[in-house]
């Protein structure tokens, strides 16, 4: 069974500050790990990573898997508070059950002023 | 429309009452899918819907709940006999295809209450 962990389960911080969020995992048959963003209402995509050791990077935002240790991290620079939220890490393999995502419980980040 | 749409945005049943909550997905999404989500946790499997055919239904947590998609487009999850433990956010998505390159787009749930 695909399991995914994060940590840490909340983190509270102030704006400008600098934050890194965790999400290790085991899947069978590795295919892809995603990042979602959850205020109050539809989790937002955010990244979706395939390969090992390659940033991917959308504004303050970046992402990256290393698929020899099973995690991934998502950072976030010059936090504000509008990055307060739910994030959330997702796996899913390539096998019979592909189109499935699998999630962890989630990051709670407040950003104070 | 734009995006996922889901109804109603808000539910409270009293326990023993049967609930219907609606998704309609992206038009021309092919896949659909229901996942659970209650307080602290991230959202969990229930089924998965290619056009009208219910390919997996294996996270559905009892037989008092069903889906449907009978014309490939809109979804009913129905819960018959809620339970407490039933009060969870219901998150609908859908997705151009199965394929795993396709981006999966989510609405922004029904939160039901069951008291």
């Known amino acids: ?113 | 429309g734009a995006g996922v749409s889901q109804s109603p945005r808000y539910k409270v049943a009293k326990r023993g009452q049967d609930v219907a909550l609606r998704c309609d997905p992206i038009s021309g999404h092919v896949s659909l899918f229901w996942y659970q989500q209650a307080l602290g946790q991230g959202p969990e499997f229930l089924t998965y819907f290619q056009n009208e055919a219910q390919l997996d239904k294996s996270g559905l947590p009892s037989d008092r709940f069903f889906a449907e998609r009978p014309e490939g487009s809109v979804s009913t999850l129905k819960i018959q006999r809620t339970q407490q433990e039933d009060s969870a956010v219901y998150l609908c998505a859908s997705s151009l295809g199965p394929g795993s390159g396709n981006t999966i787009y989510f609405g922004e749930g029904s939160w039901l209450t069951v008291v």
């Open chain 1, 1 to 113: 069974e695909d399991k995914v962990v994060q940590s840490p389960l909340s983190l509270v911080v102030h704006e400008g500050d600098t934050v890194t969020l965790n999400c290790s995992y085991e899947v069978t048959n590795f295919r892809s790990l995603l990042w979602y963003k959850q205020e109050k209402k539809a989790p937002t995509f955010l990244f979706m990573l395939t390969s090992s050791g390659i940033e991917k990077k959308s504004g303050r935002l970046s992402s990256i898997l290393d698929k020899k240790e099973l995690f991934s991290i998502l950072n976030i620079t010059a936090t504000q508070t509008g990055d307060s939220a739910i994030y959330l890490c997702a796996v899913r393999n390539s096998g019979g059950s592909n189109y499935k995502l699998t999630f962890g419980k989630g990051t709670l980040l407040t950003v104070n002023p």
